[in-house]
């Protein structure tokens, strides 16, 4: 039987890094210094994509993240640079008992409309995101897969009855609840903006034009045609800093170019960089390279419900034994990532260290496919453009995949997307036979991964007998799953571990859980990557930190 609960002294120990995964503690985790007088210039921070609606609830796109983590906060937040240690947010205090999370809220906190924080804008954001009785609801088609297994699959009700305490009752023990509550998808929103928009989703979907936070920097311009997003320094902020008067985000999807903005100094920071743009910055005086382990994971994922071969496991099998992962992660990679072998990352509660990637050997994968009857197979391979930190060079990856299938007599035909906002939607959709996707974890818990990513959210009953798929279409069915895989024995394991407030007991279910995946292969694994930065000099010292959980946390950055 799991323990109702586990105290802070434990928590505290679990998390010092990313191989804690817990996630329930009792207390509250330090003090963020006060003030902040935003008198130091523009911040240029350089990204591959430009998406145009910044509603933390509509979206799953990190780019989106990289702007919403400035403007809003989340009840509690992940320190930066700590691998996952969890701090205080608009919360400075918090415990979880059982099926009971309860927080309080920091005094004086101020919104961007002037809007004072209490705990009824802790409830509002929860219903609008999860709550279709609600008035102000975002709509199912609106909202984001995050609204599911952030809140709405685990909260029954919110107490907002004292102005500065809010109580969630859950519908079960879960685990990793309270660091869910520090993820970019659970950014506190303000009631009076919810409520000024409008009841209908229509009129809600306009808060991603004009989002309006307790943040750092308040949201100045969005620049579409331009592919530019301004904010402002916020002089009002409960935190530390901002210690510049603007943070500008740039797009420049050429990472070669981008790169190269920061070198000569019209960006002072850039992310998701290959292994050619990076060994730029080593050659450069004028800028360095920032690394951290990464808690991440790339991965080509098998569409089962549009592509009936990819149902058969002996096939996904075949095409993991053809795909030479080692050659993408030494070749093209060019040792920034190292080959996976599971879906939960190194570092992780859970990691199986007894599982070894799947080895390139063409005649296995001939064999397992003459067997499983599908040696005139092909199919449809979906790929973003614009470098992601788990795929700095997904195109190339995407030609690698291909001439390695061509091989062993599967056709795959490549459909590049020019955005990755557009890629997402098609992926979202379940158009794809076949994809590139990529995780970065949003709390450092295995729950992130394995749960997030591979169980398809539905009811136990919804998956018909001997069947390890479902739909795109079945009831409650999250697309985050982009494989429709629904493995009843890997769901049912992962579903305990959730419930299960004992380290020990939660690291062995994950292994096991690991170890199906591994087995019946919903994924080419690919790789885990290194988090890499390329840093301007007239970035001060150490004000900017990477983070492999969180952030960019740039309400710290200073420059010269």
């Known amino acids: 039987m799991a323990q109702e609960s586990i105290d802070r002294r434990s928590f505290l120990k679990a998390t010092g890094g990313a191989a804690a995964g817990m996630a329930v503690t009792t207390g509250s985790a330090g003090c963020l210094g006060m003030g902040g007088d935003g008198g130091g210039g523009d911040l240029v921070y350089a990204r591959g994509d430009h998406p145009t609606n910044y509603d933390p609830q509509q979206t799953t796109s990190g780019e989106v993240a990289k702007v919403t983590n400035q403007i809003y906060d989340q009840l509690i937040k992940f320190g930066a640079g700590s691998g996952g240690a969890l701090v205080e947010g608009l919360a400075t205090d918090w415990s979880l008992d059982g099926q009971t999370a309860t ?13 004072e ?48 305490e809010v109580t969630f009752e ?84 050429q990472n070669s170019t981008r790169v190269q903005d920061v070198i000569n100094g019209d960006s002072h920071i850039t992310d998701n960089l290959d292994s050619q743009s990076s060994t730029q910055v080593e050659d450069a005086d004028s800028a360095s390279l920032a690394s951290k382990n990464g808690i991440n994971v790339g991965y080509m994922a098998f569409n089962m419900d549009r592509k009936e071969e990819f149902r058969d496991r002996q096939v996904r099998q075949a095409i993991s034994y053809a795909v030479d992962t080692e050659s993408i992660v030494s070749d093209i990679y060019e040792g920034f990532a190292e080959q996976a072998d599971q879906p939960l990352p190194p570092d992780v509660l859970g990691y199986n260290e007894e599982l070894d990637p799947y080895a390139h050997d063409p005649e296995q994968a001939q064999s397992l496919l003459e067997e499983a009857g599908a040696s ?98 079945t009831d409650g069915y999250s697309p985050l799953n982009a494989a429709a895989w629904a493995n009843t024995e890997f769901m049912e394991t992962v579903r305990e571990a959730q419930s299960s407030y004992e380290e020990g007991s939660r690291e062995e279910l994950y292994k096991e859980a690991n170890a199906i995946a591994h087995e019946e292969a919903p994924w080419v694994f690919i790789d885990y990557a290194e988090t890499l930065r390329a840093v301007n000099e007239a970035v001060v010292g150490d004000s900017y930190t990477v983070s492999s959980v969180g952030g960019p946390h740039l309400n710290t950055v200073e420059l010269q």
Not at 103 to 115: I, S
């Open 103 to 115: 927080l309080t809220l920091r005094e004086g906190v101020t919104f961007h409309n002037g809007a």
């Open 117 to 164: 924080l209490t705990a009824s804008d802790v409830r509002a954001t929860v219903r609008r995101f999860t709550d279709s009785e609600y008035d102000y609801y975002l709509g199912d088609s609106n909202r984001s897969g995050y609204g599911a297994f952030t809140f709405g699959d685990w909260v029954e009700s919110v107490d907002d009855s004292g102005d500065l």
């Open 170 to 253: 859950l519908t079960q023990q879960f685990a990793p609840f309270l660091r869910n509550l520090a993820m970019f998808a659970a950014a506190i929103l303000s009631q009076q903006q919810i409520e000024d928009l409008g009841a209908s989703p229509d009129e809600q979907t306009a808060l991603g034009e004009e989002p309006q936070g307790t943040g750092a920097f308040t949201f100045d311009t969005l620049d579409n045609e331009n592919q530019r997003v301004k904010l402002a320094a916020n002089d009002d902020f409960w935190g530390e800093g901002p210690q510049v008067d603007a943070v500008i985000f740039k797009t420049i999807q």
């Open 376 to 473: 005139d197979l092909s199919f449809e391979l979906a790929t973003f453009s614009n470098p992601r930190g788990y795929n700095p060079s997904p195109v190339e990856t995407a030609n690698q995949v291909r001439s390695d299938l061509e091989e062993v007599g599967v056709t795959v035909e490549i459909n590049q997307f020019s955005t990755f906002s557009s890629y997402l939607e098609y992926t979202d959709a379940g158009n794809h036979d076949a994809c590139f996707l990529g995780w970065y974890t949003d709390n450092a818990d295995p729950d992130n991964f394995l749960y997030v990513l591979l169980d398809p959210k539905v009811e136990m009953d919804q998956v018909p007998d001997g069947q390890d798929w479902v739909g795109f279409d």
